[in-house]
Structures are given as C-alpha cells and as structure tokens.
C-alpha cells in the first residue's frame, strides 16, 4: 500500500501540468447553467443527474494506517484489491480526457481554512453542471489557506465499476462512475474531516444556528443524519418572530469544535432535501426553492418550468443547493459561532429516529451526551453492513465517523466538561412511538400499529420551549433520565408509552434499545468508563 500511496503522490504532482486542464470561471458556470439546466419560472436553474444515490457500499479507504481500513464487504475487499489498476487506468483517461478544474475554500477563519480543488472530466458535456454545485457551495480561495485536499471526478466510467477511493495520507479521492453531486459534497467532507481530526479539531456532523430571545442569546448545535429533521430544524424560526426575537443560521452540515469552545464553518451553502418540504410545515425551507439562483438537483419540471417538489416518479431523492448569500434575511454574519463567553447558553440537540418507546425529548447528562455522540453509523458505512451492531434505531446523531472514533467520543465529553456551565444536552425523537411490529418466519416485517407519529410543528415547539426554558421535568421510572412533564403549547402526553403499550411490552421494547447500544459500544476499545456506563440510559 505505501508503494502505491507513493505512486499516486507523483502522479499527481505533474497533474497540474497537463494540457487538458481548464480552470473554470464565474462566467463558465453561467455559461453552464444556460447550456445544460433546466430553467424554471422562478428563474433558478435544475439538473438531473443520472446517478441519484451514494456509492456508500463501494467506498473504500487506500491507507497504511489500521483505523481507515475497514471492508466488510466482499465487494469492497474487490475494489481494494484492484486498486492499483483502476488507479493505474484512472491516471491515462485522465490525461487524454477533457478536465474541468474548480478552486474554492472550505472555512472562513483564521483557524482552520482548506483549499479545495476539483478537478471533473466533462468528456459528457452535462457532468459539467457538478461544478456549479461545488462554486456553489465554496468560499472563494485566497492563498491563505492551511490545508489542500483534491477530488478527481470521471462521472463516465463504467457504472459497473463504479467505486470512490480515498486516501487520506495525501488529501485526495477518486469518485468514478457517479455523477450525484452528494458524492462530490461528501467527498470534500470526508477529507476535510481527516484534515480536522490532524489538527486536533473535532469534527461534528451538526447544523448551528443563534436563537435571540427578549432576555438571552441562545446557541443551538443539532445532530442528525439524513432524515431525522437537522436541516428542517435548523432553517426555521421556532416561532420566534416578536420583538428582540431572531434566528440566524450558521451552517447546516459541518462543524469543528475547538479545545477553547469555538464552532467553526465549513461551507459557504446550504444543500437541502427538497422531497418532501411543505409550505405550511417548512416555510422558510419551501420558499427557498422558489429563490433566484437556487440549483435544483433531481426535481420534477416540466416543460412550462413549474416545479413539483413532491413528485417522486424520477426519485425521491432531490436537493437544492443554496448559496449563504441568498438568505441573508435569515443568516448571521459568519459560518462560525460566537465564542462561549459570548453566548448566555450552547444547546446541544441530538435528534433520533425512533417509532416505538424512545421518548420525544430526554434531558441528558454529559455522559448521556457522548454516547449519543457515539450511537450512529460511521460517515462511510451502510445500514446494512453494520445491521449486527447498529445504534440507529435509537439514535441517528452521526459523529462523522472517519476512522475509529473513540478519541473523538472521548474528546468531546472533555469538551462538554470543560464548559458545564454553558452547555445544555438533549435528545429528540424525531419519529414517534406506539408502533407494533411482528417479524415473520420468513424475515419479513408486518406492522401491526401503527406509529404515532410527531409533527414538524410540535418538534419546532419543543426547541422553542428549550431555548425559552419553558419545560417541567420529570423522572422516568422506565428510562431513568429526565422527560418532559409539561411542555408550552404541546400536549406531551399523548405520546405516553402506556396508552399504546402494557409495562411487559414496554420493558421487552426498551431492552432491545439498550442491548443495541450496548452492542454498538462494544466495538469501541478505549471509551471512558463514565461514556461506557451510560450508554444504556
């Protein structure tokens, strides 16, 4: 592996150097959006990709340190042991093929800056529009920034062998076959966690936004994957619209939190699922596909330009990328948070996706919290791989698994630590409870009732209530953590276990939960004994 690490550190020093690189210019990407994209009414522009899903399961890490090399997957074991031949066949296409490069920055502070270089074989003239998206999404480069990483993307080779390569020594990764802009966004991601992680920042998979209350100023940091409402709660106001009320939003995607309480930006956009947005539920999110200068990724629009979000016959898997200058209305006027000095609280919000006994809202420990921290898929990993020790039936909270993360979980719980007297943790169940399921013989699921499901609006109630303090606690005598005995303006106990369960039932339920934790945190050699003592909260 060090040999071929070796090669591709040579290969692509002399990359630069090749006589079929453009670099791409604001007038390109207009040029693009006009010749390629599809316009609507409201005058932005949607491109439909032909791949409309991650490559997760032919992911792969090319690296000679132990934490990255993970394959549990004949699949992947195959990628990894072609390897140096894809690599090899990668290098001549990209010498003969047409190449797009892209230059933006990732971060804004004086901190922890990464120049990011995309470079995109546009030899299918479409595949040209991934570049608008990254310009998109990117801060403009100055020379000043303290790390490098690249991206190769051939959206044209063999679907069949279709993989992405990262090699993390050297800062680069290959995405080949693919053509979904996530898998670019992703791949930046990945490595400017990597990056992070060697500066002894701490990456987090969260959206930031301020709250301000008549009487405080109100920090709020929410976990989540896909799914599990962090973006959907990140753009709205809560409500708080009154006099000396406002919401800015910071980010919605990538943070890194310091040693000295600081959350620094990533990005210089917002990348939004567009599917299932509802004008009534999500206002601001809904309005922000009818802005000029949104990019439209997978949605329905036909042939007068009218969008249809909820059209799902193409995919059900459509975004919108929106550049941090359109929303000035709602942003505040940097990526990164105050400091905590400046705050007079730092909420953390982990948000869950449970259907069954998993309470709507949980008031947690520090100890609480790092486990929660922990309980997630890793940033590369299929649900499917890790169905043997998977946390996310209680919680999705992803701490941007790259690598073994008992550092990171353990770091954070110092952290949190550190400024006890700021920081508040909780944890949301985005889902519901009350449903039954029977698994037959055959392994099938059926589902003998149904979910009570909670609602966007009561959500966006409860963190409205956690940031003005509006909730009476209480102790569960079945989870032993805080519950919520009251909430303003939410009736929380129509979501009491006892209207749809018996105490046996209940017990069965919540003993699964905690045996998938427990499972899930076994894997994790190193963790602090008052983490590892908590996961079964």
């Known amino acids: 592996m060090k040999n071929l690490i070796e090669y591709i550190k040579t290969e692509l020093e002399t990359l630069n150097e090749l006589p079929n690189l453009y670099y791409a210019n604001e007038e390109d990407f207009t040029d693009i959006e006009e010749c390629f994209g ?16 991650l490559a997760t399961a032919q992911t792969i890490y090319l690296s000679t340190k132990e934490k990255y090399i993970h394959h549990y997957t004949q699949k992947k ?3 990894y042991d072609n390897a140096k031949h894809t690599l090899m066949r990668v290098f001549e296409y990209l010498r003969k093929c047409p190449l797009l490069v892209c230059q933006g920055r990732a971060g804004d502070n004086s901190q922890f800056n990464i120049s990011c270089n995309f470079y995109l074989s546009y030899y299918k003239k479409e595949s040209a529009h991934l570049s608008c998206m990254f310009n998109a999404m990117s801060y403009p480069i100055t020379g000043e920034e303290q790390e490098e990483i690249n991206v190769i993307c051939i959206p044209e080779w063999n679907e069949k062998e279709r993989q992405i390569l990262v090699v993390p020594e050297i800062g680069v990764t290959f995405v080949l076959g693919t053509d979904y802009y996530e898998e670019i966004k992703n791949a930046f991601l990945r490595m400017s966690i990597c990056k992070a992680k060697e500066k002894g920042l701490l ?3 969260a959206a930031t936004k301020i709250i301000t209350t008549d009487e405080e100023k109100v920090g709020v940091v929410i976990f989540g994957i896909s799914s599990t409402g962090k973006t959907t709660h990140t753009l709205h106001d809560h409500g708080f619209s009154g006099k000396g009320e406002k919401v800015q939003i910071l980010q919605d995607e990538l943070v890194y939190f310091t040693s000295e309480g600081s959350l620094l930006g990533s990005e210089g956009g917002f990348y939004i699922k567009t599917d299932s947005l509802s004008g009534s539920n999500q206002a601001m999110l809904y309005n922000c596909t009818k802005m000029p200068g949104v990019i439209l990724e997978n949605v329905m629009v036909d042939f007068q330009g009218n969008i249809y979000l909820d059209d799902k016959t193409v995919t059900g898997n459509s975004h919108a990328v929106i550049k941090r200058e359109l929303l000035k209305e709602y942003t505040y006027g940097s990526i990164n948070m105050p400091h905590l000095k400046d705050l007079d609280r730092l909420i953390f919000i982990f948000m869950a996706k449970n259907f069954t006994c998993v309470p709507i809202l949980s008031k947690l420990t520090f100890e609480e919290a790092a486990a929660c921290y922990m309980l997630s898929e890793p940033f590369d990993a299929m649900a499917s791989e890790f169905a043997k020790c998977d946390g996310k039936t209680s ?6 698994g790259v690598g073994n993360n008992v550092e990171d979980i353990n770091l954070f719980y110092e952290i949190l630590k550190q400024y006890d007297n700021k920081i508040e943790c909780f944890m949301i169940n985005n889902g519901g409870v009350g449903e039954l399921v029977e698994t037959l013989i055959d392994g099938t ?4 009732k149904k979910v009570t499901r909670v609602s966007i609006p009561e959500i966006s109630r409860v963190i ?9 606690w209480k102790d569960d005598k079945n989870w032993l953590i805080k519950v919520p005995e009251k909430i303003e303006g939410m009736d929380i106990d129509k979501y009491d276990l006892y209207n749809y369960y018996d105490q046996h039932r209940i017990d069965i339920l919540i003993s699964q939960v905690r045996q998938e934790r ?3 945190a076994d894997n994790y050699v190193g ?3 008052e983490i590892s003592n908590a996961i079964e909260f």
């Open 38 to 53: 599809q316009r609507t009414i409201y005058d932005n522009v949607n491109y439909t990709s032909n791949v409309k899903s």
């Open 77 to 79: 074991k195959d990628i």
């Open 203 to 205: 990456p987090l998979h």
């Open 395 to 400: 919680l999705a909270s992803m701490p941007c």
């Open 445 to 448: 699921r059926k589902t003998k």
């Open 464 to 472: 409205r209530a956690l940031v003005k303090q509006n909730i009476t």
């Open 518 to 520: 427990r499972a899930f």
């Open 527 to 529: 963790l602090r004994d």
